[in-house]
């Protein structure tokens, strides 16, 4: 029911590019630190960089889980499931770090999102993962679901701020500069937003 692959590539890399949706999960080292979960939408904001490379785009948020876990340890896991048609779940299980503003790759990663406006939505990073081991599973228990449209209400919330008042924002959440468990998060002040 379930196969391995070598490469994102094919069938697997326009499953991946044609979903509305998909999760991540992180952990810190600590047996006893807090697992993290988070649903990513916005149709474009994720990317098959390479064969062995998926990228998206990490937003503004009110905290940075993610970001901690990957800095402390690069483990994550991906996964897109099929809510519409043939049943299938694919997961990649990999390396990852966040790519903040002032990374001399920012310019070249920000160009496989060119369906996105990224001023819209307080980008902070782009989550690079290397995969090491790309797998999918039937899906069978997944319900059908349909895929309406994006919500608009990110954009229209964080499409008002600059970089200073970002960075105020993110200065005044408890779990964004460092996380649930006391791991460094977001970099703050953060740097400005490239020109491109």
Same mark, same amino acid.
């Given at each position: 029911?379930?196969? !391995?692959?070598?490469?994102?590539?094919?069938?697997?890399? !326009?499953?991946?590019?044609?979903? =509305?949706?998909?999760?991540?999960?992180?952990? =810190?080292?600590?047996?006893?630190?807090?697992? *993290?979960?988070? /649903?990513?939408? $916005?149709?474009?904001?994720?990317?098959?960089?390479?064969?062995?490379?998926?990228?998206?785009?990490?937003?503004?948020?009110? *905290?940075?889980?993610?970001?901690?876990?990957?800095?402390? *340890?690069?483990?994550? !896991?991906?996964?897109?499931?099929?809510?519409?048609?043939? &049943? *299938?779940?694919?997961?990649?299980?990999?390396?990852?770090?966040?790519?903040?503003?002032?990374?001399?790759?920012?310019?070249? $990663?920000?160009?496989?999102? /060119?369906?996105?406006?990224?001023? $819209?939505?307080?980008?902070?990073?782009?989550?690079?993962?290397?995969?090491?081991?790309?797998?999918? !599973?039937?899906?069978?228990?997944? /319900?059908?679901? +349909?895929?309406?449209?994006?919500?608009? $209400?990110?954009?229209?919330?964080?499409?008002?701020?600059?970089?200073? +008042?970002?960075?105020?924002?993110?200065?005044?959440?408890?779990?964004?500069?460092? +996380?649930?468990?006391?791991? /460094?998060?977001? &970099?703050? =002040?953060?740097? =400005?937003? &490239?020109?491109?």
């Amino acid at each position: 029911m379930g196969k !391995t692959y070598e490469r994102i590539e094919g069938r697997l890399r !326009t499953f991946i590019e044609d979903q =509305p949706l998909f999760f991540t999960a992180t952990a =810190p080292l600590s047996g006893d630190g807090t697992i *993290n979960l988070s /649903p990513k939408g $916005l149709r474009g904001s994720w990317a098959v960089v390479d064969a062995y490379t998926v990228a998206y785009l990490d937003f503004a948020g009110s *905290n940075a889980e993610t970001i901690a876990h990957l800095r402390e *340890n690069g483990r994550i !896991t991906l996964m897109w499931c099929a809510f519409e048609g043939p &049943p *299938n779940i694919v997961r990649v299980h990999g390396r990852g770090e966040p790519v903040f503003r002032d990374d001399p790759r920012w310019g070249d $990663l920000t160009g496989h999102f /060119p369906d996105v406006d990224t001023s $819209l939505h307080g980008l902070r990073a782009i989550i690079v993962v290397r995969a090491e081991l790309i797998r999918d !599973t039937c899906g069978y228990a997944v /319900p059908f679901m +349909s895929y309406d449209a994006d919500r608009d $209400l990110h954009g229209r919330r964080f499409a008002r701020e600059d970089d200073k +008042s970002l960075s105020d924002y993110f200065a005044g959440k408890d779990h964004v500069a460092r +996380s649930i468990d006391g791991l /460094p998060g977001l &970099p703050l =002040p953060l740097p =400005p937003t &490239p020109t491109t």
